[in-house]
Every structure is written in structure tokens, then in C-alpha cells.
């Protein structure tokens, strides 16, 4: 049994970074190919390691090496030392760019399956750190608007404006 002042045991960052990265893996694979999938992730952290210097302490084994599992992601003991918040910002390009690389294969409910696969417990965790799936969401509908697939309507006698599919 456990004592009331005996902490529980806290979720490394290098956890919550490699769940997640996983769990994209994990639906992009079911819509394309496992090595796509995986190439995709490669190539973002090399791209994001610009803005997210941290995320040099992310290691994908090599395509040819990959056992298909989330152990094919290792993570330096030092991305446990960063500020959550700043992960957050990592996880929400991460994510924002995944579904955009992934395009149409990405498909309507790429991030309801993405957080189901993730689980509510790490779902929370990346919410906490300041990732906004519902804001992935929405750039994709601003992206269709500035593509012409919506257009503003205005209400006539207020200040209200909306996007409106054409």
C-alpha cells in the first residue's frame, strides 16, 4: 500500500517525446508505408533541430536497422533537462508538419486516431506542455481558405465574420 506522501512517479520527457513520435509512426503507416513513415519523422527532426536545438538529442535508427518499434527511437538522457514548454512548441511542429508532409494520406481523422493511439494519459501530458491539436485543426481549415475553398461571409449588421465553404 502506498504511503499519502509518497510521490507518484513522473513521466520523462524523453517518454512523452518518444510516445509521440511513435504514435504518428504508428497511423501514417496504416496510410502509407512503414519506411515512409519513418522517413518522414528523420526528415522533420533534422528540418526542426533549426528552431528546436534540444531535439539533436533524438536519435532514429537508420531505415535499413528499424525493428518497427518505439525502441527505434532513442532519446539522450539530457532531453529530460528541457523545459516542457518548449518541447510543447517541438511537439506542436512536429505534429503540424507530420500531417502536412503526410498530405491527403493524412486524411480527415489522422489526429483523432493520432490521439487514440497516443491514450489520454500522454494526450494530457503534451496538452499540459502547450500542444494544441484543435489549432492543427483549424490552420488546415485557414490553409483551405486561403486556397479558395472557403470564403469570408460577413454579417450584415454586426462585426461577426465566418469561413464559409464555396
Do not use: C
Amino acid at each position: 500500500m502506498k504511503k499519502k506522501n509518497e510521490k507518484k512517479q513522473e513521466i520523462q520527457n524523453s517518454e512523452v517525446i518518444k510516445r509521440t513520435l511513435y504514435s504518428l509512426i504508428f497511423v501514417a503507416r496504416s496510410k502509407t508505408s512503414k519506411d515512409y513513415a519513418w522517413s518522414i519523422i528523420k526528415r522533420l527532426l533534422a528540418e526542426l533541430k533549426i528552431d528546436h536545438d534540444f531535439l539533436k538529442y533524438i536519435k532514429i535508427k537508420e531505415i535499413e536497422n528499424l525493428e518497427d518499434t518505439i525502441d527505434d527511437i532513442i532519446v539522450s538522457s539530457d532531453f529530460n533537462h528541457v523545459e516542457p514548454k518548449k518541447i510543447g512548441k517541438a511537439i506542436q511542429s512536429i505534429v503540424d508538419l507530420f500531417k502536412i508532409r503526410m498530405g491527403n494520406k493524412a486524411g480527415y481523422f489522422f489526429l483523432a486516431e493520432f490521439k487514440e493511439v497516443l491514450g489520454n494519459k500522454y494526450h494530457s501530458i503534451i496538452k499540459k506542455m502547450g500542444v494544441d491539436l484543435r489549432l492543427i485543426d483549424l490552420q488546415k481549415q485557414i490553409y483551405g481558405w486561403e486556397t479558395g475553398e472557403y470564403k469570408i461571409k460577413d454579417e450584415f449588421n454586426s462585426n461577426i465574420a465566418f469561413l464559409e465553404r464555396k
